[in-house]
């Protein structure tokens, strides 16, 4: 499974951002996806994470009732709209999908977009 995010950028505090995920190859295999943020000198964290049919979301407490997660599994696209970002939210976010190949589950990721809040 490739993945390949788009959609970063510069935003001011307060504005919006709609990354988009497209995942090809093995995509009959993927079971969940989300993703995931890299700040300098921080962990990284989880933002958001969808199920495989998309009934079932999760996220992270810095992210919850600014952010959300969706899907489309007809173009093998996760989406995540940013709102009410903060100089917090820039770092790197990464999709992951996590996938079945017949005998073990396994990670794929993403190469990064860069999103920059400004103050």
């Known amino acids: 499974v490739q993945l390949v995010e788009s959609g970063g950028g510069l935003v001011q505090t307060g504005g919006s951002l709609r990354l988009s995920c497209a995942a090809s190859?093995?995509?009959?295999?993927?079971?969940?996806m989300g993703w995931f943020r890299k700040a300098p000198g921080k962990e990284r964290e989880l933002v958001a994470s969808?199920?495989?049919?998309?009934?079932?979301?999760n996220y992270g407490d810095s992210v919850k009732g600014r952010f959300t997660i969706s899907r489309d599994n007809a173009k093998n696209t996760i989406y995540l709209q940013m709102n009410s970002l903060k100089p917090e939210d820039t770092a790197v976010y990464y999709c992951?999908?996590?996938?079945?190949?017949?005998?073990?589950?396994?990670?794929?990721w993403g190469q990064g977009t860069q999103v920059t809040v400004s103050s």
């Open positions: 992951n999908a996590d996938s079945w190949n017949g005998r073990a589950w396994y990670a794929s």
């Open positions: 969808i199920s495989s049919g998309g009934e079932n979301t």
């Open positions: 190859g093995s995509t009959f295999s993927i079971n969940a």
